[in-house]
C-alpha cells in the first residue's frame, strides 16, 4: 500500500461490502476493487499492522475505531461528493468515478460546506 489514499480506498471498500453483505473478506474486498488477491493481503496485513482492521479464522474483515472511523470518513464524502456531481449534471457512473479521486484531498471544511450546501439547496425544493 502506498499512500493514505490506497489505505483509505480499502477501508472505503470494505465498509461498502459489509453494508451491501453483512460482511467482508479479502476476495469481496480484491472484486470490489478490480484488483489482485495478492494486492488485497499485503493491503490487509498493512492495515492490520496500523490498528485498522482484525481479520478472524473465517476471513472476515472488522474495523477497530479508528479504522471504521476512517472508512466512515472517506464513504461519507463519497456518498455526497457524488450526489452533488449528479446534481450538477455528471452521470452518476462519472460522478462516483470523480468523488472517489475528490473524496482523498478536500478538506473537512470544505466538506462541511459543501455538506452545508447540499442540505440547503435539496431541502429547499
Same mark, same amino acid.
Given at each position: 500500500?502506498?499512500?493514505?489514499?490506497?489505505?483509505?480506498?480499502? %477501508?472505503?471498500?470494505?465498509?461498502?461490502?459489509?453494508?451491501?453483505?453483512?460482511?467482508?473478506?479479502?476476495?469481496?474486498?480484491a472484486r470490489e476493487l478490480n484488483v489482485t488477491k495478492p494486492?488485497?493481503?499485503?493491503?490487509?496485513?498493512? %492495515?492490520?499492522?496500523?490498528?485498522?482492521?482484525?481479520?478472524?479464522?473465517?476471513? %472476515?474483515?472488522?474495523?477497530?475505531?479508528?479504522?471504521?472511523?476512517?472508512?466512515?470518513?472517506?464513504?461519507?464524502?463519497?456518498?455526497?461528493?457524488?450526489?452533488?456531481?449528479?446534481?450538477?449534471? %455528471?452521470?452518476?457512473?462519472?460522478?462516483?468515478?470523480?468523488?472517489?479521486?475528490?473524496?482523498?484531498?478536500?478538506?473537512?471544511?470544505?466538506?462541511?460546506?459543501?455538506?452545508?450546501?447540499?442540505?440547503?439547496?435539496?431541502?429547499?425544493?
Amino acid at each position: 500500500m502506498k499512500n493514505n489514499q490506497s489505505a483509505e480506498d480499502y %477501508l472505503e471498500a470494505i465498509m461498502i461490502i459489509r453494508e451491501r453483505n453483512g460482511n467482508a473478506r479479502s476476495i469481496d474486498v480484491a472484486r470490489e476493487l478490480n484488483v489482485t488477491k495478492p494486492s488485497v493481503s499485503v493491503a490487509m496485513k498493512k %492495515l492490520k499492522e496500523k490498528g485498522l482492521i482484525e481479520i478472524d479464522e473465517n476471513g %472476515l474483515i472488522t474495523f477497530s475505531k479508528e479504522g471504521e472511523t476512517i472508512a466512515r470518513k472517506v464513504y461519507d464524502k463519497h456518498k455526497l461528493l457524488t450526489k452533488v456531481l449528479v446534481m450538477i449534471g %455528471l452521470k452518476e457512473s462519472e460522478a462516483a468515478e470523480e468523488a472517489c479521486l475528490i473524496e482523498h484531498v478536500i478538506s473537512d471544511k470544505t466538506y462541511k460546506c459543501i455538506n452545508k450546501y447540499y442540505k440547503k439547496v435539496t431541502k429547499d425544493k
